[in-house]
């Protein structure tokens, strides 16, 4: 496999707000199955929301038994992702100590070494028909690890502008409140990897360095979120739930699991200082026809107890987009969740990424004059 990978590694980095003590509140009952329930109803596939729900479920954990039976309605209730992990791991605490969540029933998923090896020559196959029919003849899963490995040498140099909205929780409001704007011109070479420039600080320049941000900010949501799934060193463990169409799209939905012996997601927190590596666990999305990832959702697991952030959670879109004449399979829209369960404290950051261009490392890209609202 080749080594050439983005130079960031998979790192959510976040400064947490200190919120006031939250003693005085009084503890809520854990979530009855009928209660998620009824409040999915209310969220239809909304991830935003969904969010929230996720935040106080990690808060008051759950009263009932998690099989693959009750997850299943959970999903088909319109739970996403990083819900359903959320309740994986609210019963693991309640049954402890258990070391893993294994669904009943279920057998271990095989380690990735197990796998059938892509065969190593499909990359020495020089005409494209002849290439893309070996490519097809392999399991949907090795397509996917395929192209994964070859997202990064596929890429040409570029610019896109991204537009982030960032919120934020606390205990003495609920649902997420508005923080500020960000419009950030985010460049990739493939000697330098990605670079971030902060452009605009709610619809005004400014002259602020992204890294000199405080809040929450992320890195990531290209290749090596991706790399790092299909790596062979993360031995990912893939367990196919369903059919689900997406923009039209006929997809395979499986389940994934990286134990965190094997894991290279790395959680910061500015304000300690202090990183960790988790677990990570969650959902992707594989186009049938492709065999291309187009959604992918994942929630940290594992964490090291007495560190500050709790719930680390991120999802990514990928969509078709055109880079000088050509086509290549791009994020446009990403979601990371962080949190404090001991403050109740959350913050969201909603990524827009819009207008791709080709980057010439000669020239300077201008923002825009008249961002998006």
């Known amino acids: 496999m080749r080594k050439r990978r983005i130079v960031i590694g998979l790192l959510l980095a976040a400064m947490m707000l200190i919120v006031g003590s939250a003693a005085a509140q009084e503890s809520r009952a854990p979530f009855t199955r009928e209660e998620i329930l009824r409040v999915l109803k209310t969220l239809p596939g909304a991830r935003s929301e969904q969010g929230d729900l996720a935040g106080e479920i990690e808060q008051r954990g759950v009263s009932f038994p998690v099989d693959e039976t009750v997850l299943e309605e959970l999903r088909k209730a319109g739970a996403r992702a990083f819900v359903i992990e959320a309740i994986k791991r609210s019963a693991a605490r309640m049954n402890e100590p258990r070391p893993t969540l294994q669904r009943p029933g279920a057998n271990p998923a095989p380690a990735a070494a197990a796998e059938p090896e892509r065969p190593r020559d499909i ?3 020089e005409d494209p028909a002849a290439r893309a029919a070996a490519l097809a003849r392999l399991p949907l899963l090795d397509q996917a690890r395929f192209h994964a490995e070859e997202f990064v040498d596929e890429l040409p140099n570029f610019v ?8 934020i929780q606390t205990p003495e409001k609920k649902g997420w409140q508005e923080q500020d704007k960000l419009q950030i011109e985010l460049t990739y070479s493939a000697k330098k990897g990605e670079q971030f420039k902060l452009v605009r600080l709610n619809g005004k320049p400014t002259t602020m360095s992204y890294d000199s941000l405080g809040g929450a900010t992320s890195t990531g949501e290209f290749g090596s979120m991706l790399a790092a799934l299909f790596a062979p060193d993360s031995r ?19 389940d994934f699991r ?7 997601n790395r959680i910061t927190d500015k304000t300690s200082r202090r990183s960790v590596i988790t677990g990570y666990a969650g959902s992707v999305w594989i186009e049938a026809d492709s065999g291309r990832v187009v959604r992918i959702e994942q929630s940290a697991d594992d964490i090291q107890r007495g560190f500050p952030i709790t719930l680390a959670e991120s999802a990514v879109e990928y969509d078709w987009v055109t880079i000088a004449g050509a086509r290549y399979l791009l994020p446009v829209y990403a979601e990371v969740i962080l949190g404090q369960d001991s403050d109740r404290f ?7 990424l819009r207008d791709y261009k080709v980057f010439d490392t000669d020239l300077k890209i201008l923002p825009e004059k008249d961002p998006p609202q």
């Open 123 to 125: 990359r020495d196959i």
């Open 160 to 167: 896109v502008t991204q537009f982030v909205t960032r919120s």
């Open 236 to 254: 990912a463990e893939f367990k196919e739930l369903k059919r689900e169409a997406i923009r039209g799209r006929q997809t395979v939905v499986y």
């Open 258 to 264: 990286v134990k965190k012996a094997f894991s290279s």
């Open 346 to 352: 959350y913050s969201r950051n909603v990524i827009e």
